[in-house]
């Protein structure tokens, strides 16, 4: 689980910092794409943000579920 959220928070932070503009396309194009990018990489770095959370509450609830029986 925790790889996983490493390898989307890397990926993200590389379409965030990182984004590709295509030769040949216009300024339009290519501020297009990098804004799609940009939400791309935030996208992916929040949605990990929320899978790392919600690991560990399942991992607290199970373990105050084995403590109360």
């Given amino acids: 689980m925790i790889i996983m959220a490493v390898l989307f928070i890397s990926t993200g932070f ?3 910092v990182y ?3 295509a030769t040949g396309a216009t300024e339009r194009q290519i501020k ?4 799609a990018a940009k939400w791309i990489g935030a996208t992916l770095i929040v ?5 790392l959370m919600m690991g560990t509450m399942q991992l607290f609830d199970q373990s105050s579920h084995y403590i109360g029986h």
């Fill in 19 to 21: 984004p590709q503009s």
């Fill in 32 to 35: 297009g794409r990098r804004s």
């Fill in 14 to 16: 590389m379409f965030l």
């Fill in 47 to 51: 949605m990990s943000c929320l899978f």
